[in-house]
C-alpha cells in the first residue's frame, strides 16, 4: 500500500444528488511536510521548524540541540538552571564560526556599517548630480545675457 497525501475523486451529476459519504483522512502526526510548530503534538522538539532559524543544523547544530532539549525538558525550579554547560559549550561553538553565527553587537555594527556605507554612497550620488547640472548651466549661455548683448 502506498500513502498518498491528497485523493482525487471524481462525481458525476447523479453523486451530487445523493448525500457524501467520503471519510476525510486523520492527519498523520509524523508527516515531514506538515507544517508543525516548534513543540509537536507528542512534546517532542520539531528540529526542523523554521523558527530554529537553521541552527540545528550546521557546524553547532549538535551542541544547540543538546542545549535546548536540556532546557525544553527541564524540571528544575528555574526551567533551564541545570543546562548551563550545555549553553555554554554552543557559545564557545558557535564563537569558533563568527561568520556563521555573528554576536548581537556584531550584527548591530554590521548593520550600522552598510547603513553608514549606502549614505555615503547616496550623498556621493547626490553630489555628482548637483555638480553635473551646476556644469550644464555654467556650460549653456543665459538667455538673458544673449537678450541684453544684442540691443
Not at 8 to 21: A, G, L, N, R, W
Not at 52 to 72: Q, R, W
Not at 121 to 143: G, I, L, V
Request: with cysteine; glycine share 4%.
Amino acid at each position: 500500500q502506498s500513502y498518498c497525501k491528497d485523493q482525487i475523486i471524481f462525481v458525476t451529476k447523479e453523486d451530487h444528488e445523493t448525500p457524501s459519504s467520503a471519510e476525510l483522512m486523520e492527519e498523520d502526526p509524523n508527516d515531514p511536510y506538515e507544517e508543525r510548530g516548534l513543540i509537536l503534538p507528542s512534546g517532542e522538539i520539531n528540529w526542523n521548524c523554521p523558527c530554529l532559524g537553521g541552527m540545528a543544523s550546521g557546524p553547532c547544530g549538535t551542541v544547540f540541540k543538546e542545549a535546548f532539549s536540556c532546557f525544553h525538558y527541564s524540571k528544575a525550579e528555574v526551567k533551564g538552571s541545570e543546562c548551563l554547560e550545555q549553553f555554554r559549550a554552543m557559545q564557545e561553538c558557535m564563537q569558533h564560526y563568527p561568520e556563521l553565527y555573528p554576536q548581537e553587537d556584531e550584527r548591530a555594527t554590521q548593520e550600522q556599517s552598510s547603513e553608514l556605507q549606502q549614505t555615503s554612497r547616496d550623498s556621493a550620488s547626490a553630489k555628482s548630480t548637483s555638480a553635473t547640472k551646476q556644469d550644464s548651466n555654467a556650460t549653456e549661455p543665459s538667455t538673458e545675457d544673449s537678450a541684453e548683448s544684442s540691443m
